[in-house]
């Protein structure tokens, strides 16, 4: 079947960011940001790459694994590392790590070689979501309201970042496919 979205249709000023560029999708963990990007990729006939994903196989270990054992610092030297070969890329669809914008190198890059997307979700949904996760090494070890506490503090402390993004997406607890549909709408408009 045709893709109902081809990329050159896309109605953007300059004509080429989404034919030469990436889309980047930002926010904080529990976000949706691959389950949302894989469908976007779909649907708009790009590839998907999830940065979390290529440093897992690069590290032959899991995130939880690669903070326990070498560190957070090892960790975010292997995510510069990714997020500057994915840049060097084209026509992809990448979900980056929550903490992946907060290098201003990386955030340089990413805003400079696509366009940038945050799925913006409410600290209590996230909270919800990320209750009983065992996977996020930045909150092991809280629990209940001590976890939802250190969600909104965390979050508190990168949102000016996120917020710096081309597109703000309000999630607010939307199904995956409704948030792919804003965000081709809202790709039309991108002037950047
Ligand atoms: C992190 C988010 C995680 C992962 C790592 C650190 C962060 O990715 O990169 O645990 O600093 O927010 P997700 O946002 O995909 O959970």
Same mark, same amino acid.
Request: charged share 30%; glycine share 14%.
């Given at each position: ?69 070498? *560190? ?100 607010? *607890? ?19």
């Amino acid at each position: 079947m045709a893709n109902p979205h081809p990329i050159p249709s896309w109605k953007f000023s300059s004509g080429a960011v989404a034919m030469k560029g990436n889309i980047y999708l930002v926010g904080f963990m529990g976000a949706g940001k691959s389950t949302v990007g894989r469908l976007l990729a779909e649907r708009l006939g790009m590839g998907f790459l999830d940065t979390d994903e290529l440093i897992a196989e690069r590290a032959g270990l899991s995130i939880p694994e690669i903070f326990s054992r070498l *560190g957070e610092g090892r960790f975010r030297e292997w995510e510069r590392e990714v997020v500057g070969e994915v840049c060097c890329r084209r026509g992809l669809v990448v979900a980056l790590g929550g903490g992946a914008p907060m290098d201003d190198r990386n955030w340089r890059l990413l805003r400079g070689t696509g366009v940038t997307v945050y799925l913006r979700e409410t600290p209590e949904t996230l909270a919800a979501r990320l209750a009983g996760d065992g996977s996020r090494p930045l909150l092991a070890g809280y629990a209940g309201e001590e976890r939802a506490r250190r969600i909104g503090e965390l979050l508190g402390s990168r949102e000016h970042r996120y917020l710096e993004a081309h597109i703000v997406i309000e999630c607010r *607890g939307r199904p995956p496919e409704e948030i792919v549909g804003e965000i081709v709408e809202r790709l039309r408009d991108v002037d950047c």
